[in-house]
T-cell receptor, first 113, second 109 residues
Framework: GAVVSQHPSWVICKSGTSVKIECRSL??????MFWYRQFPKQSLMLMAT?????????EQGVEKDKFLINHASLTLSTLTVTSAHPEDSSFYIC?????????FGSGTRLTVV | GQQLNQSPQSMFIQEGEDVSMNCTSS?????WLWYKQDPGEGPVLLIA?????ELTSNGRLTAQFGITRKDSFLNISASIPSDVGIYFC?????????FGTGTRLTIIP
């Protein structure tokens, strides 16, 4: 079955620095990937849709200049949290679409101190 | 963003019991999905439903796509310890998934 790899699984960074999270589809090509954020004991909220070779589409209320998305190849999308602050601490999860199936990565726990 | 309403929010059951949870939406979806999420992990797909009225099973799990296309339910029979986790429904619309609020399942020893 489809496998999505997300890296790193956890990261701790200092306030004001930037963090990059990678999402790879290992055994299929994904023209579209999705980035979600999940706060403790809450559901997954879609942040943006990452489109290969074009600009990402952000959901309402998500700052595109803060959460930079790059989808340069059919198997890799990256999310960069720029100038991170403690309120950006969360669980970030990517998803890739393979035909009609949506497969999720294992998530990245970001802690900003 | 929009969320789907799931109930119950949490369940505490004994091993061997059956479990039932449901998901409702104010919007129509053409595809309903049920996922399970373990702590610190991403969601894993359990069952996908593509047609109103469809009843689909995956081992001890059974899910149905409501006739109105605004709801779905998931049943787990004869629960076992590894069923512990958070269950999310998700509706697919405009090629994007909208997730439910989640049902946390705990098995009491």
């Amino acid at each position: 079955g489809a496998v999505v790899s997300q890296h790193p699984s956890w990261v701790i960074c200092k306030s004001g620095t930037s963090v990059k999270i990678e999402c790879r589809s290992l055994d299929f090509q994904a023209t579209t990937m999705f980035w979600y954020r999940q706060f403790p004991k809450q559901s997954l909220m879609l942040m943006a849709t990452s489109n290969e070779g074009s600009k990402a589409t952000y959901e309402q209320g998500v700052e595109k200049d803060k959460f930079l998305i790059n989808h340069a190849s059919l198997t890799l999308s990256t999310l960069t949290v720029t100038s991170a602050h403690p309120e950006d601490s969360s669980f970030y999860i990517c998803s890739a679409r393979d035909l009609a199936a949506y497969t999720f990565g294992s998530g990245t726990r970001l802690t900003v101190v | 963003g929009q969320q789907l309403n799931q109930s119950p929010q949490s369940m505490f059951i004994q091993e061997g019991e059956d479990v039932s949870m449901n998901c409702t939406s104010s919007s129509i979806f053409n595809t309903w999905l049920w996922y399970k999420q373990d702590p610190g992990e991403g969601p894993v797909l359990l069952i996908a439903l593509y047609k109103a009225g469809e009843l689909t099973s995956n081992g001890r799990l059974t899910a149905q796509f409501g006739i109105t296309r605004k709801d779905s339910f998931l049943n787990i029979s004869a629960s076992i310890p590894s069923d512990v986790g958070i269950y999310f429904c998700a509706g697919l619309g405009n090629e994007k998934l909208t997730f439910g609020t989640g049902t946390r399942l705990t098995i009491i020893p």
